[in-house]
């Protein structure tokens, strides 16, 4: 069973939907022990990073989501749910994040913000995310993202006036800064992808 972690912040209906259509038994989970019976988490999230970081922790999110990742379990992290996995934010102030993964969230150089629409993202071949999938574009929503690459990790990046992580595959994480299940058919190829990997 793949859970969808409902702790009060994402679009968690349309990801259930989005998942689900892989097959699989795709449940909205927002009890933490029901969630580590799952064989797969997928944390959401839309809004402020604080905001969600607040919700997460006190919906019991934090120990969820590190007992997940120290199991080895696969955990999805979607837009803003991908940048809590991360050490810090600085959107309205200086925040900490879960920790899971290495680097810190800024905000964009850009003219416009947010971005809000659909962009294209720099594939490379081994991923596995996005085997299958190339000169594609995805679903994006968001002012803040992270800049650098993951050590040791499958980065792919997108640019809006500057390059950023678009997605990335680091263990037994993967996490995509746009939202696959807004992307129609190649944000629906790309879930599939990582449910073949379960």
Same mark, same amino acid.
């Given at each position: ?52 970081? &607040?919700?997460?922790?006190?919906? @019991?999110?934090? %120990?969820?989501?590190?007992? !997940?990742?120290? =199991?080895?379990?696969?955990?999805? /992290? ?47 071949? &081994?991923?596995?995310?996005?085997? @299958?999938?190339? %000169?594609?574009?995805?679903? !994006?929503?968001? =002012?803040?993202?992270?800049?650098? /690459? ?49």
């Amino acid at each position: 069973m793949i859970a969808i972690f409902d702790y009060g912040s994402g679009n968690i209906r349309s990801a259930q939907k989005a998942f689900a259509t892989t097959g699989s038994k795709v449940e909205i989970v927002s009890e933490p022990k029901v969630a580590m019976g799952a064989s797969a988490l997928v944390v959401p999230g839309v809004g402020a990073f604080a905001a969600c970081m &607040e919700q997460i922790a006190n919906s @019991g999110g934090i %120990d969820l989501i590190e007992a !997940f990742y120290k =199991s080895g379990k696969q955990i999805f /992290g979607i837009c803003v749910g991908m940048q809590v996995l991360f050490k810090t934010s600085s959107e309205k102030g200086s925040h900490k994040g879960i920790g899971i993964l290495n680097g810190d969230v800024t905000k964009l150089q850009a003219q416009i913000l947010p971005q809000i629409g659909w962009n294209k993202v720099e594939t490379v071949e &081994e991923s596995k995310l996005f085997a @299958g999938i190339r %000169d594609e574009s995805f679903y !994006f929503v968001h =002012s803040y993202a992270i800049k650098n /690459g993951v050590l040791d990790a499958v980065n792919t990046f997108a640019d809006y006036d500057e390059k950023f992580l678009a997605a990335l595959e680091f263990e037994n994480v993967c996490a995509t800064q746009f939202h696959p299940e807004k992307s129609g058919k190649a944000g629906l190829k790309l879930i599939k992808n990582w449910v073949d990997c379960l």
